[in-house]
């Protein structure tokens, strides 16, 4: 059973009442792994939220919530990204800031942030074998110093818009080179109606596209709980490649990539601080409430 991230990033109200507003209709779980927040704060926050007539709640097959309108089809769509967007977690990743936004359809737009540098450095860290390995392998010497940064910089910060596809009539194309595309799909089966729309995207305008994927998007395949990305071989035939480490995953960034740009490396410490606001009031706030760790340690100093 997939285990979830939660209970490690503080409840912003302003960004939980948007998130529910923008998705028309949104589970609480998909709330609680989108914002990686304590369970029961959530719920208080909701019943808040309803009390004060903000948000309706209603109940499929689990409690769902929305503002003025829900839609049946964003539910699973919007929880299939957030198992996508969990993931990137597990890589080594953190948030500053969840949103949703509608471009066809219902997208997570997240900004994410990872110390690479502190997390390679650290004495437990058991992917450096990899990482040097990944770093040889690079493409071009270009490559290898764009993989080199971010070992070299105190943090980076990813910004990526994750969208879902259930079936194969592939409602979505490429609208922006903005930030890292990421489609999340439930199962393999999805893979080749969207190998058959992938294109070269400096080749053709994303301007008013309504019919191509560009070729370096990332993939959640859900059954695999698992990162891919396409690639052409020499014989210039598609092979999917596996992304299930951080170093994989700064691997495709570095060779792969096209809107690298868009990657913002820094050596800001004071800025790092404001990214991860949200995580160290999460930290305090587990030792303040710990009321059964409070009690434990009071049993034990009075024996």
Same mark, same amino acid.
Request: glycine share 0%; net charge positive; hydrophobic share 35%.
């Given at each position: 059973?997939?285990?979830?991230?939660?209970?490690?990033?503080?409840?912003?109200?302003?960004?939980?009442?948007?998130?529910?507003?923008?998705?028309?209709?949104?589970?609480?779980?998909?709330?609680?792994? &989108?914002?990686?927040?304590?369970?029961?704060?959530?719920?208080?926050?909701?019943?808040?939220?309803?009390?004060?007539?903000?948000?309706?709640?209603?109940?499929?097959?689990?409690?769902?919530? +929305?503002?003025?309108?829900?839609?049946?089809?964003?539910?699973?769509?919007?929880?299939?990204?957030?198992?996508?967007?969990?993931?990137?977690?597990? &890589?080594?990743?953190?948030?500053?800031?969840?949103?949703?936004?509608?471009?066809?359809?219902?997208?997570?737009?997240?900004?994410?942030?990872?110390?690479?540098?502190?997390?390679?450095?650290?004495?437990?860290?058991?992917?450096?074998?990899?990482?040097?390995?990944?770093?040889?392998?690079?493409?071009?010497?270009?490559?290898?110093?764009?993989?080199?940064?971010?070992?070299?910089?105190?943090?980076?910060?990813?910004?990526?818009?994750?969208?879902?596809?259930?079936?194969?009539?592939?409602?979505?194309?490429?609208?922006? /080179?903005?930030?890292?595309?990421?489609?999340?799909?439930?199962?393999?089966?999805?893979?080749?109606?969207?190998?058959?729309?992938?294109?070269?995207?400096?080749?053709?305008?994303?301007?008013?596209?309504?019919?191509?994927?560009?070729?370096?998007?990332?993939?959640?395949?859900?059954?695999?709980?698992? +990162?891919?990305?396409?690639?052409?071989?020499?014989?210039?035939?598609?092979? /999917?490649?596996?992304?299930?480490? &951080?170093?994989?995953?700064?691997?495709?960034?570095?060779?792969?990539?096209?809107?690298?740009?868009?990657?913002?490396?820094?050596?800001?410490?004071?800025?790092?601080?404001?990214?991860?606001?949200?995580?160290?009031?999460?930290?305090?706030?587990?030792?303040?409430?710990?009321?059964?760790?409070?009690?434990?340690?009071?049993?034990?100093?009075?024996?």
């Amino acid at each position: 059973m997939k285990k979830y991230i939660v209970n490690k990033r503080a409840i912003d109200n302003d960004e939980l009442l948007q998130l529910i507003i923008a998705s028309d209709g949104i589970y609480e779980s998909t709330l609680q792994n &989108l914002l990686q927040c304590n369970r029961t704060s959530l719920e208080a926050r909701l019943k808040t939220l309803e009390k004060h007539k903000w948000i309706s709640k209603r109940k499929l097959s689990k409690h769902f919530y +929305f503002a003025k309108k829900f839609d049946l089809d964003n539910l699973n769509q919007l929880d299939l990204q957030a198992d996508a967007l969990q993931k990137m977690l597990t &890589l080594g990743f953190r948030t500053s800031s969840v949103s949703i936004t509608t471009n066809q359809k219902k997208q997570i737009v997240a900004s994410f942030h990872s110390a690479v540098k502190k997390i390679y450095n650290h004495k437990n860290f058991s992917q450096k074998p990899q990482a040097f390995q990944l770093f040889n392998q690079c493409l071009s010497n270009e490559n290898k110093e764009l993989f080199s940064k971010f070992i070299n910089h105190h943090h980076v910060e990813v910004p990526i818009h994750f969208s879902s596809i259930y079936d194969k009539n592939l409602p979505i194309h490429t609208y922006s /080179l903005d930030a890292l595309d990421v489609i999340a799909i439930p199962t393999m089966q999805q893979l080749p109606a969207i190998k058959k729309r992938l294109e070269d995207f400096s080749r053709y305008r994303v301007k008013n596209n309504t019919t191509f994927i560009r070729d370096d998007i990332l993939l959640y395949i859900q059954s695999k709980d698992c +990162f891919f990305f396409y690639s052409k071989n020499e014989q210039r035939q598609w092979i /999917l490649y596996k992304v299930d480490s &951080l170093f994989e995953f700064i691997f495709y960034l570095s060779n792969y990539f096209k809107s690298s740009k868009q990657i913002n490396f820094s050596n800001d410490e004071e800025k790092y601080k404001t990214l991860e606001t949200l995580y160290v009031k999460s930290s305090k706030n587990r030792k303040q409430y710990n009321t059964i760790g409070k009690k434990n340690a009071k049993k034990e100093a009075q024996s």
